[in-house]
């Protein structure tokens, strides 16, 4: 799809200096624009890329001084870095800017979709399903009975959503997700054998939620798993049954969450985390990368190691881990 500089100047509220008929196709930096690309200069350390660029529209601030004249047209706004961010915003709405319902599908005749819907091919909608307007299905998702999904959600190829689970609004499911798979829920028998406890619960996400590819969210064994809003989730994640998550938390790959646990709000949780089960962390609580939380945390805490310790006391404690060996070598 073709823009050109006036239409994406009007987008983003700037001035046009240069040719507003340019026509552009493709994004790119700005030391490796080509003809039919858009770029943007915010960084005064890549000023020189702007008079070697084969871009035909760069975007710029207001007070970039050229020093000499440039062949790219130029749209002035007053912050290009933001502006290039809602400029990749609007180039992702027009790719997804799918509609229409594509075969072989199944859809259940008990099922309710709004305006605007896009399921691709291969997609399984179950029973007494509701999806909300300008959702997008993709490819082999299966969606299970009595899922409710919100308005402009993104379900991406071969997401998995079990039964009774609710998504909200503006939500963006990434490949290979799973939501509402069995918690890890067992009880040991007298002979050492293992009786499954059967998990009837479901998963709730609420608005602006992120999940990444390959992330599993375990349904509850009674009530709800809860993702709050606005939470971001990375890639290959598990969430294990009755967890709640606080809006606004990120956590990153590789952690896991045993169940029962609750986590606070607006908390940062690096990667490679574990998180034992039936504990509670505060809000704006960060756990650095590879920790190991074994017990509550309050608000504001920062923890790292394994069993977490408060970050401080573990940096001055690392200090002491290095000179062990030579510490040794002395004593002996």
Same mark, same amino acid.
């Given at each position: 799809?073709?823009?050109?500089?006036?239409?994406?100047?009007? @987008?983003?509220?700037? &001035?046009?200096?240069?040719?507003?008929?340019?026509?552009?196709?493709?994004?790119?930096? @700005?030391?490796?624009?080509?003809?039919?690309?858009?770029?943007?200069?915010?960084?005064?350390?890549?000023?020189?890329?702007?008079? $070697?660029? !084969?871009?035909?529209?760069?975007?710029?601030?207001?007070?970039?001084?050229?020093?000499?004249?440039?062949? /790219?047209?130029?749209?002035?706004?007053?912050?290009?870095?933001?502006?290039?961010?809602?400029?990749?915003?609007?180039?992702?709405?027009?790719?997804?800017?799918?509609?229409?319902?594509?075969?072989?599908?199944?859809?259940?005749? /008990?099922?309710?979709?709004?305006?605007?819907?896009?399921?691709?091919?291969?997609?399984?909608?179950?029973?007494?399903?509701?999806?909300? #307007?300008?959702?997008?299905?993709?490819?082999?998702?299966? *969606?299970?009975?009595?899922?409710?999904?919100?308005?402009?959600?993104?379900?991406?190829?071969?997401?998995?959503?079990?039964?009774?689970?609710?998504?909200?609004? #503006?939500?963006?499911?990434?490949?290979?997700?799973?939501?509402?798979?069995?918690?890890?829920? +067992?009880?040991?028998?007298?002979?050492?054998?293992?009786?499954?406890?059967?998990?009837?619960? #479901?998963?709730?996400?609420?608005?602006?939620?992120?999940?990444?590819?390959? $992330?599993?969210?375990?349904?509850? $064994?009674?009530?709800?798993?809860?993702?709050?809003?606005?939470?971001?989730?990375?890639?290959?994640? !598990?969430?294990?049954?009755?967890?709640?998550?606080?809006?606004?938390?990120?956590?990153?790959?590789?952690?896991?969450?045993?169940?029962?646990?609750?986590?606070?709000?607006?908390?940062?949780?690096?990667? !490679?985390?574990?998180?034992?089960?039936?504990? $509670? *962390?505060?809000?704006?609580?960060?756990?650095?990368?590879?920790?190991?939380?074994?017990?509550?945390?309050?608000? #504001?805490? *920062?923890?790292?190691?394994?069993?977490?310790?408060? +970050?401080?006391?573990?940096?001055?404690?690392?200090?002491?881990?290095?000179?062990?060996?030579?510490?040794? &070598?002395?004593?002996?």
């Amino acid at each position: 799809m073709k823009v050109t500089a006036q239409q994406i100047a009007d @987008v983003l509220e700037g &001035k046009v200096e240069g040719n507003p008929k340019v026509e552009v196709s493709s994004l790119s930096k @700005v030391e490796e624009g080509k003809e039919g690309s858009i770029s943007f200069l915010s960084n005064p350390k890549y000023t020189n890329y702007i008079y $070697t660029t !084969q871009a035909s529209i760069v975007i710029v601030n207001d007070s970039l001084v050229l020093e000499k004249p440039v062949e /790219s047209t130029l749209i002035r706004v007053a912050d290009a870095y933001k502006a290039f961010t809602k400029l990749l915003e609007f180039y992702d709405k027009l790719r997804s800017m799918k509609s229409g319902i594509e075969q072989p599908v199944f859809v259940s005749e /008990s099922s309710q979709y709004g305006e605007n819907v896009y399921i691709g091919a291969f997609a399984y909608i179950g029973e007494n399903v509701k999806i909300g #307007n300008n959702v997008k299905i993709y490819p082999h998702v299966h *969606i299970g009975d009595n899922v409710e999904i919100g308005d402009d959600t993104v379900l991406n190829a071969g997401v998995k959503v079990y039964y009774d689970c609710k998504i909200g609004k #503006n939500c963006i499911i990434h490949a290979g997700v799973v939501i509402g798979s069995d918690g890890f829920g +067992f009880a040991p028998n007298a002979d050492g054998s293992y009786q499954k406890v059967p998990q009837i619960g #479901n998963v709730i996400i609420e608005d602006d939620v992120e999940i990444g590819s390959c $992330t599993t969210i375990d349904r509850a $064994t009674l009530g709800s798993t809860i993702i709050r809003q606005g939470v971001k989730l990375d890639n290959q994640i !598990q969430i294990a049954h009755n967890v709640e998550v606080g809006e606004h938390t990120v956590i990153a790959s590789q952690s896991g969450i045993a169940g029962s646990t609750k986590i606070g709000k607006h908390c940062v949780i690096g990667g !490679q985390v574990g998180i034992v089960g039936h504990i $509670t *962390i505060g809000n704006y609580v960060k756990i650095q990368a590879q920790s190991g939380v074994t017990k509550s945390l309050k608000d #504001n805490e *920062i923890v790292q190691g394994s069993p977490a310790m408060n +970050f401080n006391d573990y940096s001055k404690s690392y200090v002491c881990f290095k000179q062990l060996p030579q510490l040794v &070598k002395k004593i002996k």
